[in-house]
Nanobody, 116 residues
Framework: QVQLVESGGGLVQPGGSLRLSCVAS????????MSWYRQAPGKERESVAS????????NYLDSVKGRFTISRDNAKNTVYLQMNSLKPEDTAVYYC?????????WGQGTQVTVSS
C-alpha cells in the first residue's frame, strides 16, 4: 500500500539545523511531485516546500526561503527537507505529501520543536 514515513524531527535551539527525511513506498516515486507541509498548534496546515518529480524545480513558503532546502533522491524513494537557521516559529509537526491521481497522501508527521 502507499506509505510515506518521515523521520528526523526533534528539539533544536534557535539558529540550529535539522534534516527531515521521508521514505515513500507503494507508488512510482519518480513520477510525482513531492511536498513538505507543517501544522503548528492552533493553526492550519501550510505548504512549506515542494519539488517536481525530477527535482528540476522547487518552491518555498516565503518565510522559509533562504533557510530551508527541499531535495530528493529518486533512487532511494526519499525526499528531504534541510532546515537551517531555525526559529521558534518553525515549531510544528512536519508532513511529507504527494498528490497521486486517486488522492493526496500524507505521512504520519514528525515533530520539530525550536526552543532554548
Amino acid at each position: 500500500q502507499v506509505q510515506l514515513v518521515e523521520s528526523g524531527g526533534g528539539l533544536v535551539q534557535p539558529g540550529g539545523s535539522l534534516r527531515l527525511s521521508c521514505v515513500a513506498s507503494g507508488f512510482v516515486f519518480r513520477w510525482y511531485d513531492m511536498s513538505w507541509y507543517r501544522q503548528a498548534p492552533g493553526k492550519e496546515r501550510e505548504s512549506v516546500a515542494s519539488i517536481t518529480n525530477t527535482g528540476g524545480s522547487t518552491n518555498y513558503l516565503d518565510s522559509v526561503k533562504g533557510r530551508f532546502t527541499i531535495s530528493r533522491d529518486n533512487a532511494k524513494n526519499t525526499v528531504y527537507l534541510q532546515m537551517n537557521s531555525l526559529k521558534p516559529e518553525d515549531t510544528a509537526v512536519y508532513y511529507c505529501s504527494s498528490a497521486l491521481p486517486s488522492r493526496r497522501v500524507w505521512g504520519q508527521g514528525t515533530q520539530v520543536t525550536v526552543s532554548s
